[in-house]
């Protein structure tokens, strides 16, 4: 088979990514093969690529937003068979049984794994997944509608949960890329105002198309305070920025694996009673509830394609703002759905 493959870190620029040939591997007991139909590209991944955040081995696979069609059942797996459509979220597996994993905060799990992180991910032609943890998609979604909501989708969902949004409430939402304009249409269809704060002028644009109420910076002054804010963009600079904006009482949510320092700032902007907290990832039922709430919205991706030869491109595009939404990789056109 063929995949795109980290052998070192570096700046996306010089295109680390390599195309090799690799031996299609043999799904372990639990696990299933996935032939892999699209897979979406992630902040993350680049993160992954240049180094921000290092996975435990290299070379190594990137790629956690995978839809495929089940090749080959492993040893004990009874609840999927071949044939099947799934989606591999960026939870790969979890222990199942720490307290996190008791609570059902399995994201938390200390010896949890991610997908194109721990273990080999979706830039391929093949992949191999865990039974427990692939998710059904609703059967009206298509491969590439079905790609960019199997991150950037369910973390936007738990960051609105996390930001304790409720119906009705005024949003800020900085930083306007993949999770983001997904994450928009679940307030909109949840009757919140919508206040985005982007740099990217064409991020702006994207933003007001899809209902958003205002658009600016983030120095700008909204003309109303916000109940709720999420973070997106990895920049810390951007916290104090966002607290400045939020009402007494409000929660700040930062859905992100890795930003820059936040700079030091006067304890006014949190005081009075605002909660500044982060997201980390998302557990599988979370998946399980966005899945359905997305097909429910309907809920409408913006994607740009490129085909698995051109991931360097993708994660470059995707690291200066030169798409809207989301970056998604076809990998078996003729398998693939859109
Ligand atoms: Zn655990
Ligand atoms: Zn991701």
């Not at 989606?87 to 794994?113: D, F, I, T």
């Not at 899809?210 to 109303?224: H, I, R």
């Not at 309907?298 to 991931?311: F, G, V």
Request: hydrophobic share 40%; net charge negative.
């Amino acid at each position: 088979m063929q995949a795109m493959r980290l052998f070192q870190h570096a700046p996306a620029e010089t295109h680390p990514l390599q195309w090799v040939e690799m031996v299609v591997p043999a799904p372990e007991s639990g696990q299933v093969l996935i032939r892999v139909a699209v897979c979406g590209v992630c902040h993350t991944d680049l993160h992954t690529v240049e180094g921000d955040i290092h996975p435990p081995r290299l070379p190594l696979t990137p790629g956690h937003q995978v839809v495929g069609i089940i090749a080959q059942i492993g040893e004990g797996v009874e609840n999927l068979t071949v044939g099947t459509r799934v989606g591999v979220p960026w939870l790969y597996s979890a222990c199942g049984k720490c307290a996190y994993c008791q609570r059902g905060e399995e994201n938390l799990c200390e010896s949890a794994r991610f997908s194109g992180f721990h273990v080999d991910g979706g830039y391929a032609e093949y992949m191999c997944a865990e039974a427990n943890y692939v998710l059904p998609l609703p059967p009206q979604m298509s491969d590439i509608q079905a790609a960019p909501l199997l991150c950037a989708g369910i973390v936007g969902y738990r960051s609105l949960r996390k930001a304790d949004l409720q119906p009705g409430e005024r949003l800020g939402l900085f930083g306007f890329g993949a999770s983001a304009h997904l994450a928009i249409q679940v307030a909109l269809f949840w009757s919140c105002e919508v206040y985005v704060f982007t740099r990217a002028p064409e991020h702006c644009r994207h933003a007001l198309e899809l209902g958003a109420v205002w658009a600016g910076n983030a120095q700008d002054t909204p003309p109303q305070k916000l109940d709720r804010a999420i973070l997106f963009a990895p920049s810390g600079a951007l916290v104090p920025l966002m607290l400045e904006k939020l009402r007494p009482g409000g929660t700040a949510a930062i859905n992100a694996i890795h930003t820059s320092p936040i700079p030091e700032m006067p304890y006014s902007l949190l005081y009075g009673e605002r909660t500044l907290r982060s997201v980390a990832n998302a557990v599988y039922q979370d998946g399980v509830e966005f899945l359905h709430l997305a097909a429910q919205i309907p809920i409408q991706p913006t994607t740009t394609i490129y085909d698995l030869r051109s991931a360097n491109e993708a994660l470059l595009d995707m690291k200066h703002s030169r798409i809207n939404g989301e970056a998604v990789l076809t990998v078996d056109w003729k398998g693939m759905s859109i």
